[in-house]
């Protein structure tokens, strides 16, 4: 009786031997699996990280191009802006006189009617 629990026990101890052999190798292929997929991210996160760089760069540059151009065209749109403002000022003194030839004037006569004249 002995011998027979000791065959059982060895039996049962060899199949869970086996079966955590194969679960190790199966967990072998799964990590080599990973390391050659992290390797791969790897790869590509240090390209996207190369462009991105080289894309700031280039988004640097323009900006300094575009903050150079803009600067140098402040001057037209101020000197534009007071042409604006003289244009405005001549318009309205003309205005002004145009409306100070077409407003009636009134004589008043001796019965005290009053006459309106249109001057030119």
Do not use: C
Request: avoid cysteine; glycine fraction near 4%; proline fraction near 2%.
């Amino acid at each position: 009786m002995l011998g027979w629990s000791a065959t059982i026990v060895a039996s049962a101890f060899l199949i869970l031997v086996i079966y955590l052999i194969l679960t190790l190798r199966k967990v072998m292929a799964t990590l080599a699996e990973t390391k050659e997929t992290l390797s791969s991210v790897r790869n590509s996160v240090d390209g996207i990280t190369d462009e991105a760089e080289e894309l700031i760069h280039k988004a640097n540059e323009i900006s300094v191009d575009v903050k150079g151009k803009m600067e140098a065209v402040d001057p037209l749109i101020e000197s534009a802006h007071d042409v604006g403002d003289m244009i405005h000022d001549v318009t309205s003194s003309i205005k002004r006189t145009a409306l100070q030839k077409n407003s009636k004037k009134t004589v008043h006569t001796q019965e005290s009617k009053p006459v309106h004249i249109k001057l030119k």
